[in-house]
C-alpha cells in the first residue's frame, strides 16, 4: 500500500508554477532547483531554506538545468545554448566563476553517482565533461536528421557503463536512441503506438533483473513497457520497439494534454495531471497506482492546476502547482493481494502462555503429563468476570448515533461515551472517526456559545490522530476561549497550522497577563529547570567570569557600541534573569518551536505590537543566551527550541519591526544590546577563523625528517 504523507512548501513560484524549469539531486537532503529566467538555487529540504543562490547577467538565459557533480562537489549549468558555468558553494558571485564555449547546442546534462558527467547536444552527440573541457571548441558531430529534435533523455548505467537514451520526434514520428561511450555504439528503435492521434507525454527508465525498461505514458492514458535490447548488433537494421500494455487508466475518454509517470519502487508508479476517476473534474491530480493488482491507491487534487511536472528524491515527491513548490513525503509497502483487497490480518496480540504445575504423583506413577491449573492471575480475572456481570459497564454507542447524541447531550455524558469509545476503537479507520467527532464538537461550540466541552477536546487531541487541516475551526474555537491548554496542544500535535494562526496564538500568549496564566494548568515539561536557573544566583557566582562559548556579559559592557554603559533590564548583577512568568515562556516555546515558511510568516508577525515584539525579542534573547551556558549549545530537556530556531526566530522579529524598533523608546536598549552581542560574536567567529588558517597552514607543512633520535619544535601562531 502507498501512503501521501503531511506536505510542506519548498519555494514560492511564479504564477501557475510555469517559472520553474527543473529540481535534481544536490547530494543527501539537498536539491538544486532551476527557475526558467535566470536564477539557480540550492536548498536543504529539511529546513525548507535555501543555502545559495546564483543568477546570470539579464541578458543571459538558462537553456538547460544545472545538475550536481558529486565527484567534485561543483555545479554546472548551461546559459544561451553552449556556455557551461562551473562553481562550487564558497563562489559567490557567477561570473567569475569558470566558464567553457562549446562548439555546439547543448540539450542535456546528465550526472550518474561516482561517474563523469555527460553531455548530450542536440544534435544527438554524446561526449564526457572532462573530455569537452579539455578542449570546448572540439567539433561536435550530429547524428539526428535534419528536422529531427530530441523530446526527453535520461541516463543509466548497463554492465557498469553509462548509457544515455533520447526520444526523438520527426513529423509525428517517435524514436529511442540509446548512445554506449564504451565502446561508441549507437543504437535506434521507432516507437509505434498503433494509433496516429496518440502521442507519448512521459518516459521513465528502471533497471530490473531481466533488463533494461522504458515505460510511456500515452495520451490515451495507456501505460506501456518496453524491453530494450542493448546487446544486439549495431549493423542490423531499425526495427519496432516491443511494447505491452502495463496500465490503462480508467478515467481518460479524451486525449491527455500533459501528464508525468516517475516509478516509485517495483510495484508502484505515480502519476500526474491524470483525474483519478470518472467523477474528478479536477485533472492536475498526484496519483499513485499499484501496477502488479493496477489499483489506485491514494490521490490528492490540485485544484489551482499544476505544468505537468515531477521530481521524486529520497522517498520525497517535488510537485510544483499554483505559486508554490510542494514537497510530498510518501511511503510505500509491500503488495500483496490481501492487501489491496483489504483483507490483509493484522498479527494478534501475544497471548500469554498459560503456567503449568507439574504433577509429581503422575510422574512417579510414570505418566510424565502436566494439567494447566489455574493461576492467581486467572483466579482473579474469573473473580472480575463475576463482579462486571453483577454491573455491567456502559456499552459503547454506534458512531452514528454517538454524532446525533454530540448534538443534544450534556458535557459530561459526552465525557463519559468518549471515553468508552477511544477505549474500543479501530486503528483502520481511527483518524476519520477522531476528525468526524471533533468536526461535530467544533459546529456545536460554534452555534452554542455556553457549550465548550474542554476534557473531550483534550482527551482527542491527546489521541494524536488529528491534524489542523481535518479539523480547521478547531483552534479558531480555542481562540476565542482564550483556551491556553487546548492551544498548547494543538501546537504541539499539529504539524500543518497555517502561518496566520500560528501568529495569532503568539499574539495571545504574548497579551495574556501572568495572574490569568496562574489558574491554567499547563504541561510544563522540562522549562521550569532553565528558568528558574537563570532567576537564582548565588554570591559565589556573581563573583565569577563566565566566559562559555564566546558569550561575556563583562565583555558586552566593555565593547560597548557607543562608548556608554547601558543598563539592561534582562541583566541582575551580570546573570541573566528570564523576562517572563514560567507559563508564559512554556506558550512561546510552542510558538518557537512550530513549524512556518517565512514568507508566509513574516506579514503576520507586522501584526505584532512595539511591547509584545520587545517583550518576544527579551525572551528569545534570554533563550539564547541560557543556550551558551552549556557547551553543547542544548538546553536539556524535552520542547526545548535549539540555537538555530531561536536565531531564526531573532531574524524574522527584527525582519519584520526593524523600523518602528529602531525609533521606539523602551526598545532602544535591547537593540543596543543585541548590537553589543553581535558584535562580540563577530570577534570570536574571527579570531576563530585566524587560529583555522593557521591550523591548516601547519597541516600543509611537511614533516622534515630528523637524525636525531629526540626533538623539540616550537610552533609559534602569529
Not at 296 to 311: A, I, Y
Not at 530 to 538: D, I, N
Not at 559 to 566: A, L, N, V
Not at 678 to 702: D, G, M, P, T, V
Request: charged letters at 20%; glycine letters at 4%; a negative charge.
Amino acid at each position: 500500500m502507498a501512503r501521501l504523507c503531511e506536505e510542506f512548501t519548498l519555494c514560492g513560484l511564479p504564477s501557475g508554477g510555469g517559472g520553474l524549469r527543473a529540481v535534481g539531486s544536490a547530494g543527501p537532503d539537498r536539491v538544486i532547483v532551476t527557475h526558467e529566467d535566470r536564477t539557480v538555487t540550492v536548498y536543504k529540504v529539511s529546513d525548507q531554506k535555501p543555502l545559495g543562490s546564483w543568477t546570470v547577467k539579464q541578458t543571459q538565459k538558462i537553456s538547460c538545468p544545472a545538475v550536481y557533480n558529486n565527484l567534485t562537489g561543483e555545479y554546472i549549468v548551461v546559459h544561451d545554448h553552449k556556455v557551461l558555468r562551473i562553481w562550487k558553494d564558497e563562489d559567490v558571485n557567477l561570473e567569475k566563476s569558470f566558464k567553457a564555449t562549446l562548439a555546439a547546442d547543448i540539450y542535456q546534462i546528465h550526472t550518474l553517482p561516482d561517474t563523469e558527467p555527460l553531455v548530450l547536444f542536440e544534435g544527438g552527440s554524446v561526449r564526457q565533461l572532462d573530455v569537452l573541457l579539455s578542449a570546448p571548441q572540439q567539433e561536435i558531430e550530429s547524428v539526428l536528421s535534419k528536422g529531427e529534435v530530441i523530446r526527453w533523455s535520461d541516463v543509466l548505467l548497463e554492465a557498469g557503463s553509462p548509457v544515455i537514451l533520447f526520444v526523438t520526434e520527426k513529423d509525428g514520428s517517435f524514436h529511442l536512441c540509446a548512445q554506449k561511450l564504451n565502446p561508441n555504439v549507437c543504437y535506434k528503435f521507432k516507437l509505434d503506438s498503433g494509433d496516429k492521434n496518440v502521442r507519448p507525454l512521459s518516459f521513465v527508465l528502471c533497471s530490473k533483473q531481466e533488463g533494461v525498461i522504458l515505460m510511456c505514458l500515452y495520451s490515451s492514458g495507456c501505460i506501456y513497457q518496453m524491453p530494450l535490447s542493448l546487446n544486439r548488433n549495431s549493423t542490423e537494421k531499425e526495427q519496432v520497439l516491443p511494447q505491452s500494455l502495463l496500465l490503462k487508466l480508467p478515467n481518460c475518454e479524451t486525449s491527455l494534454d500533459h501528464a508525468t509517470i516517475l516509478i516509485l519502487d517495483e510495484t508502484h508508479v505515480a502519476i500526474l495531471g491524470v483525474p483519478y476517476s470518472h467523477q474528478c473534474t479536477v485533472k492536475d491530480c498526484l496519483s499513485i497506482w499499484n501496477i502488479s493488482f493496477q489499483t489506485l491507491q491514494v490521490w490528492k487534487e490540485f485544484p489551482e492546476g499544476s505544468c505537468g511536472q515531477l521530481w521524486c528524491f529520497c522517498g520525497k515527491l517535488f510537485v510544483p502547482h499554483g505559486k508554490v513548490l510542494t514537497v510530498i513525503p510518501f511511503t510505500c509497502e509491500t503488495s500483496s493481494l490481501a492487501a489491496v483487497l483489504g483483507k490483509l490480518k493484522q498479527p494478534d496480540a501475544a497471548v500469554k502462555s498459560v503456567s503449568t504445575v507439574v504433577n509429581w504423583n503422575s510422574m512417579l506413577c510414570g505418566a510424565q503429563s502436566a494439567e494447566p491449573v489455574p493461576t492467581p492471575e486467572s483466579k482473579r480475572r474469573l473473580r472480575s468476570r463475576k463482579s462486571q456481570d453483577l454491573n455491567p459497564q456502559p456499552q459503547p454507542l454506534p458512531l452514528d448515533q454517538f454524532l446525533t447524541e454530540i448534538q443534544t447531550s450534556t458535557k459530561e455524558t459526552i465525557d463519559q461515551q468518549l471515553k468508552y469509545l477511544l477505549r474500543n476503537l479501530q486503528q483502520s479507520n481511527a483518524q476519520l472517526i477522531i476528525a468526524q467527532i471533533a468536526t461535530t464538537l467544533v459546529s456545536r461550540c460554534k452555534a452554542q456559545v455556553k457549550f465548550y466541552p474542554q476534557k473531550a477536546l483534550e482527551s482527542i487531541l491527546k489521541t494524536q490522530m488529528l491534524s489542523y487541516s481535518l479539523c480547521p475551526d478547531l483552534m479558531a474555537v480555542a481562540l476565542d476561549e482564550a483556551d491556553y491548554f487546548i492551544l498548547q496542544l494543538c501546537l504541539q500535535h499539529f504539524p500543518d497550522i497555517p502561518e496566520a494562526v500560528t501568529c495569532a496564538c503568539l499574539k495571545l500568549f504574548l497579551s495574556v497577563n501572568d495572574s490569568d496564566l496562574e489558574k491554567i494548568a499547563l504541561d510544563l515539561g522540562s522549562v521550569a529547570s532553565y528558568v528558574e536557573l537563570g532567576q537564582r544566583s548565588s554570591k559565589a557566582e556573581e563573583k565569577m567570569e563566565i566566559v562559555e562559548n564566546g558569550f561575556s556579559p563583562v565583555l558586552l559592557e566593555e565593547d560597548s557600541y557607543d562608548g556608554k554603559k547601558t543598563n539592561d533590564p534582562l541583566q541582575a548583577d551580570g546573570k541573566f534573569t528570564c523576562p517572563v512568568s514560567l507559563k508564559r515562556a512554556v506558550l512561546l516555546n510552542e510558538i518557537l518551536l512550530s513549524t512556518y515558511s517565512e514568507a508566509f510568516l513574516l506579514p503576520r508577525l507586522k501584526d505584532l505590537s512595539v511591547p509584545q515584539v520587545v517583550l518576544f525579542l527579551r525572551y528569545v534573547e534570554y533563550l539564547y543566551a541560557k543556550q551558551c551556558e552549556f557547551i553543547s549549545f542544548e538546553i536539556p530537556g524535552d520542547r526545548i527550541p535549539t540555537v538555530n530556531q531561536i536565531l531564526d526566530w531573532i531574524s524574522l522579529l527584527l525582519d519584520a519591526h526593524f523600523t518602528v524598533l529602531v525609533m521606539a523608546t523602551e526598545a532602544r536598549g535591547l537593540i543596543t544590546h543585541l548590537h553589543k552581542f553581535i558584535r562580540s560574536q563577530a570577534k570570536l567567529c574571527s579570531q576563530l577563523s585566524k587560529i583555522e588558517s593557521s591550523l591548516q597552514n601547519l597541516r600543509q607543512l611537511k614533516s622534515q625528517e630528523s637524525d636525531v633520535l629526540y626533538s623539540i619544535e616550537v610552533i609559534k601562531i602569529i
